[in-house]
């Protein structure tokens, strides 16, 4: 049995082929192992990124007690030492991104090419596909992570304000290197985002459909379709989820699903939740509303808030009753 199935449904014709991936056993074949070794050089690194990010407690008390005593030099000396290696930290969890982005359109341009349409290509290269899914799980867990860490964005700040003011005077300013006023200024408006990593796959999603002019904006948009319909299936067909070894694979095709959905919304000039969308918008938030709330609330707001189209005129009003 190939990693890969063709399920077939009755609202098949309507919203397109449906499939059953297997996201635990697919396997590269010698056609897909070049692209899929740049790839899992990225994707190994990724649990380091969220175990950092997890274990992150930023320097908010000796902010505060820097900020309260102005003139205490040895206050100061202690913030500023305790917020320069957060800062470090927080340029690797943003160099990640940029690794992360350019694995995305890498796997993209595999999967949307000629001859083969993204249906095809998702048949033919399992693994890619799976690997384009750990890219939107990994995506969805650092953002629901980053959102509940109000400081990081603290401790960037008073970074940034204590180099500009240049208050303190010969104090591991090595760090400037590090971090210069440039890469500073990317890493502000990264962390500025709620959820920056969905950002990043959003831009460079957008910005590989502008790229290939030559490629039609149809072969990126279903492939995404096609993955969002993957998920859909597997999550709401008890003779495909049970295939599982591991319920957390249930959850990874929860984050799949939203994730794509996302992409999707961002890139098609319609967006996701128009009647003209080949996603089944209903049918997937249905299938997460079936699901226990802990395990969605973080995944229903990433639709809430970081789609493009929601609050469109072109929105069923059905649609976004159903994520109130």
């Known amino acids: 049995m190939g990693n890969l199935l063709k399920v077939l449904t009755c609202t098949e014709l309507e919203q397109g082929p449906n ?5 635990e056993n697919a396997q590269p074949t010698e056609g897909e192992r070049e ?10 690194d990724s649990e380091n990124i969220l175990t950092g990010l997890q274990a992150y407690k930023g320097a908010g008390q ?4 820097a900020i309260q005593n102005p003139s205490d ?30 694995a995305l359109q890498n796997l993209l341009e595999c999967l949307t090419c000629a001859p083969f349409t993204p249906t095809q290509h998702l048949e033919r290269e399992q693994a890619l596909a799976k690997q384009f899914a750990e890219i939107l799980h990994f995506t969805l867990r650092f953002d ?35 971090v210069n006023n440039e890469m500073a200024n ?43 319909s993957v998920c859909k299936v597997m999550l ?64 229903l707001n990433a639709l809430k808030f970081t789609t493009k189209h929601l609050n469109d005129e072109s929105t069923p009003k059905n649609i976004r009753t159903m994520l109130q």
Not at 19 to 23: G, I
Not at 62 to 65: A, K, L, S
Not at 208 to 215: A, D, P, Q, R, S
Not at 286 to 299: C, I, M, T, W
């Open 144 to 178: 629901e992570l980053k959102m509940r860490i109000p400081a990081i964005q603290n401790d960037f700040s008073y970074y940034r304000r204590t180099i500009s003011r240049n208050r303190i005077n010969n104090m591991n300013l090595d760090i400037e290197r590090e």
């Open 35 to 44: 692209v899929w070794n740049q790839v899992n050089s990225v994707l190994q």
């Open 236 to 299: 709401e067909t008890p003779e495909y989820s049970s295939r599982f070894s591991s319920e957390d694979t249930l959850l990874f095709c929860m984050r799949v699903m939203v994730g794509v959905i996302i992409l999707y919304d961002h890139v098609h000039p319609n967006g996701a939740f128009n009647k003209s969308s080949k996603i089944d918008m209903k049918g997937c938030i249905k299938v997460l509303k079936d699901q226990p709330a802990d395990n969605v609330e973080g995944l």
């Open 73 to 102: 030099f040895t206050l100061q000396e202690r913030a500023w030492n305790s917020v320069c290696p957060l800062v470090i930290k927080l340029k690797k969890f943003y160099s990640f991104s940029l690794r992360l982005e350019e």
């Open 19 to 23: 499939f059953f991936l297997d996201f």
């Open 186 to 228: 990317r890493m502000s408006l990264f962390y500025a985002e709620a959820t920056p990593m969905l950002k990043t796959l959003s831009n460079a999603t957008t910005n590989f459909v502008t790229e290939n002019k030559t490629l039609p904006l149809e072969n990126t948009t279903d492939c995404l379709s096609t993955m969002a």
């Open 62 to 65: 000796e902010i505060r007690d």
